[in-house]
């Protein structure tokens, strides 16, 4: 459990933030950051990328997430902080009482559309 690698940048964006297009505001700072490490320490080259934001789990089925995967050719999970609206996800008195229940590290429940299918994980 020793960090390997660290890097860290002031940058300037130039995209303005528009809600469900992060992608175009924060991958290419991302992949830069990817390709630094690559230069850097290629013998570090990451298994897989965590990534501040949404995945698949977005209203078009491609956050940052993928961008930055399709960019850098690595897979990426999208970890993202809010739920965004998407059509077939039920805000409802369940949904509340889930995210209530949990109370530990580790505790968690599926988020599934209408149709029962399951779109990710809360945690």
């Given at each position: 459990?020793q ?11 130039t ?90 590290s580790?505790d ?16």
């Amino acid at each position: 459990l020793q960090v390997l690698y660290e890097d860290c940048r002031m940058v300037a964006v130039t995209a303005p933030y528009v809600a469900g297009f992060l992608a175009f505001r924060e991958a290419p700072v991302l992949v830069e950051a990817v390709q630094r490490l690559q230069q850097e320490k290629p013998t570090l080259c990451p298994q897989v990328l965590l990534v501040d934001g949404n995945g698949m789990l977005h209203p078009r089925e491609f956050g940052v997430a993928c961008h930055l995967g399709v960019l850098t050719d690595l897979p990426c999970i999208g970890v993202a902080k809010n739920l965004l609206q998407m059509d077939g996800v039920v805000r409802d008195e369940l949904h509340r009482e889930q995210i209530r229940s949990l109370q530990k590290s580790g505790d968690s429940f599926p988020l599934t559309d209408t149709s029962g299918k399951v779109l990710g994980m809360v945690s």
